[in-house]
């Protein structure tokens, strides 16, 4: 229910074949689970084999960090499609970003990836060779993204 209105923007949206990833992941697991003891057992071995192992704890975490992960990304990459596509692509933009603010505080496997994702960035952009412009730059980004979120998430 909650990503009922980013799929309908999406479908209004220009293509962007990786925005099908995280809800097609959920929507794979969460279909295996309900399915695991009619369905899974008639699967060719090598199927089932892999639909076997996704049910397991392991496959659980990967699929949820995965499903995290592809989030992340296209909130990312979300603001560059305003460039490529005008106004069609901000719509996107922001309903990626306010998923990804109310993940961030529901869900662990997404704030890990966008902690990952900060502490990685952080290092890169506090490194000794970065220009100061460009560190500068990105304080302020974060600042602004981080209030953002918290506004979000207050609501």
């Known amino acids: ?64 960090a995965f499903g995290a992960t592809s989030d992340l990304i296209m909130a990312v990459t979300a ?5 490529s596509h005008g106004s069609r692509g901000a719509i996107l933009a922001i309903m990626y970003a306010q998923n990804v603010a109310r993940n961030y505080h529901a869900s662990w ?11 990685k960035l952080d290092g890169l952009m506090h490194h ?5 412009v460009i560190s500068s730059l990105y304080a302020r980004v974060q600042g602004i993204i981080s209030g953002y979120a918290r506004r979000y998430a207050s609501q």
């Open 1 to 64: 229910v909650q990503t009922a209105p980013l799929l309908f923007i999406l479908m209004l949206s220009p293509p962007q074949p990786l925005a099908l990833a995280s809800p097609g992941t959920y929507a794979l697991h969460r279909a295996l689970r309900l399915l695991a003891d009619t369905a899974v057992p008639r699967l060719p071995a090598v199927l089932r084999e892999r639909a076997l192992w996704l049910l397991t704890e392991e496959g659980t975490h990967t699929t949820l």
């Open 128 to 132: 000794r060779r970065c220009p100061a």
């Open 79 to 83: 603001p560059i499609s305003i460039i």
């Open 109 to 119: 496997y997404h704030r890990t990836a966008i902690d990952t994702l900060t502490e």
